[in-house]
């Protein structure tokens, strides 16, 4: 299995308050996601990483932004969080050995949401 | 703007029958798909795919068919097990895009 862990893996916040998620691999990865899962909407993509620093827009993008300082670590930031962010938030990598091999994708276990 | 659909929310099929899960796509520049299955408070896991230079790929029990001129491919589970309980999700890409885009899923709900 690939070395990916999430953190928090649950968080209640209030809405407008800031609140930043991790993921951090083991696998030296390239490439690494953000996705939000919703009943009925499947996984939706939030941003995404090519390399360190190098970072682009997913279909649900607004109201988050990211960074990626170093290879291992990839942090979601909510600016200022509204109820409708509430929802499952899951990290995945690929790329391994940091190739530009970028289908199959290793998922980490998932961060759960509540805006109150 | 929905690219890749999963029409059925839930299937439910018996113990040692075969289950049949179809998605379909509108994006004519996807040339890769994926399957993967998810189980409750755990990520998805990957499980099969296949390449637009193929029809067809097999990897024990799990087959998936990729019907390009209609934009349809489908997982076949043969035969099906209880542990085959869970939601599965197809994804695509195409060429260059660095990223995948999935479908809604489908939960398979296997019967004893």
């Known amino acids: 299995d690939a070395g990916i862990t999430q953190s928090p893996r649950h968080k209640v916040t209030e809405t407008g308050t800031p609140v930043t998620l991790r993921c951090h691999q083991t696998?030296?990865?390239?490439?690494m996601y953000w996705y939000r899962q919703d009943p009925g909407h499947g996984l939706r993509l939030i941003h995404y990483s090519y390399g360190v620093k190098d970072t682009d827009k997913g279909e649900v993008s607004d109201g988050y932004s990211v960074s990626r300082s170093k290879t291992e670590d990839f942090l979601l930031t909510l600016e200022s969080a509204t109820s409708s962010q509430t929802s499952v938030y899951f990290c995945?990598?690929?790329?391994?050995?940091?190739?530009?091999?970028?289908?199959?994708?290793?998922f980490g276990p998932g961060t759960r949401l509540t805006v109150l | 703007d929905q690219q890749v659909k999963q029409n059925s929310p839930s299937l439910s099929v018996q113990e040692g029958r075969i289950s049949i899960l179809n998605c379909d796509y509108t994006n004519s520049m996807f040339d890769y798909f994926l399957w993967y299955k998810k189980y409750p408070a755990e990520g998805p896991t990957f499980l099969i795919s296949?390449?637009?230079?193929?029809d067809k790929n097999e990897d024990g029990r799990f087959t998936v068919f990729l019907n390009k001129s209609a934009k349809h491919l489908s997982l076949h589970i043969v035969p099906s097990q209880p542990g085959d309980s869970a939601v599965y999700f197809c994804a695509a890409s195409a060429l260059g895009a660095q990223k995948l885009v999935f479908g809604q899923g489908t939960r398979l709900t296997i019967n004893p």
């Open positions: 995945a990598i690929s790329g391994a050995g940091g190739t530009n091999s970028y289908n199959e994708q290793f």
């Open positions: 296949i390449s637009s230079i193929k």
């Open positions: 696998e030296n990865h390239r490439y």
